[in-house]
């Protein structure tokens, strides 16, 4: 027989999955609803409570599904210690903990991962497993290291993909040793992907064309992607190489672009090298911290002019 519990405190919420990550996300003032096969603790000496069995967190139209979901609160200064944390308190809250066989599951999308932690100060949510994944009605990503929301990256939320990660589209894939998706609202509000930063080995293809460089920028509304270092254009048996090019996916034009005092050039045979005009790629982190969550990685650190750092 399951076990009810309603904590009156914005632990989970919809800045929606669509970031990927934001399933565990603050912010919407609703109750949130606990469920579990094997009962809920609250261990006032840890300062956690702990759900265990099929565990079920259900806020509005976003839920996480978990083995064990832990929360773990500090107490206020101004809150006798027989007090819940959930009386007046949702702040108190710092961290959330799912594992085991976690799914998140938000409206048109799903995240599937063996370990997800939220921590409620730095608005930061981090999925880490073996098929670690993120589905939506459009798109597939899946990444080897961990799939991370940030709520406020430098004033926009952003999704990162770390190690082998792999977004598939409509026929088309993206493949890099990291994503950065950075998300801007659209006209009716709501958060979209306008941009993603790729970097290191970065590949991408349709049935038409194949191209990889070392980093690239794609804008999503345009369809255009911007690559730079070792670029290698691929059409049938055409090939280009070249130090930066664009890709435009929705016309099927590719072209090498001009570096700074430099030449473009075109051949059939690879033979590309040179250096990267982009930023390098930011260092993956990561370490176990108190309540066995683990941090995300180093801060995605991605031109915030593309355009004109790319030339």
């Known amino acids: 027989m399951k076990v009810v519990l309603v904590w009156v405190v914005c632990l989970l919420a919809a800045p929606a999955l669509a970031q990927s990550l934001g399933g565990l996300a603050t912010g919407s003032g609703e109750p949130l609803e606990i469920f579990a096969d094997d009962g809920i603790e609250w261990l006032r000496s ?3 409570y702990v759900a ?19 929360a773990f609160y500090r107490n206020s200064e101004d809150r006798p210690e027989t007090e819940t944390p959930t009386q007046g308190g949702g702040g108190d809250i710092y961290r959330i903990l799912a594992e085991g066989n976690v799914v998140i599951t938000a409206p048109n999308q799903t995240a599937y991962a063996d370990r997800g932690v939220y921590f409620v100060e730095e608005q930061i949510a981090v999925l ?30 952003i999704a990162v993909a770390r190690g082998d990660a792999t977004v598939v589209t409509d026929g088309r894939q993206l493949e890099a040793d990291e994503l950065v998706a950075t ?11 306008s941009q993603i930063d790729a970097f290191g080995d970065v590949e991408i293809s349709s049935p038409e064309e194949y191209a990889r460089g070392d ?3 794609y804008y999503v509304k345009e369809e255009v992607a911007i690559l730079a270092g070792n670029v290698r254009i691929t059409q049938g048996e055409t090939q280009l190489n070249g130090q ?15 570096t700074v005092g430099g030449r473009v050039e075109g051949i ?5 090298t040179g250096g990267s005009a982009l930023p390098s790629r930011p260092e993956a982190g990561g370490e176990a911290v108190e309540g066995g969550g683990d941090t995300p990685g180093g801060a995605p650190a991605f031109p915030s002019e593309r355009e004109e750092r790319a030339q």
């Open 268 to 272: 059939l045979t690879p033979r590309g």
């Open 215 to 217: 980093q690239a920028v």
């Open 46 to 48: 840890e300062r956690k």
């Open 183 to 193: 998300l801007q609202p659209n006209e009716e509000g709501r958060n979209e992907i």
């Open 128 to 157: 880490r497993g073996g098929d670690l994944r993120l589905e939506t009605a459009e798109e597939t990503v899946t990444a080897r290291d961990s799939l991370e929301y940030w709520e406020n990256y430098e004033g926009n939320p």
């Open 244 to 258: 930066r090019a664009e890709v435009n996916l929705a016309s099927g034009v590719s072209r090498l672009l001009p």
């Open 52 to 70: 265990r069995g099929n565990a079920l967190a259900r806020q509005g139209d976003t839920e996480v599904a978990a083995d064990v979901l832990t």
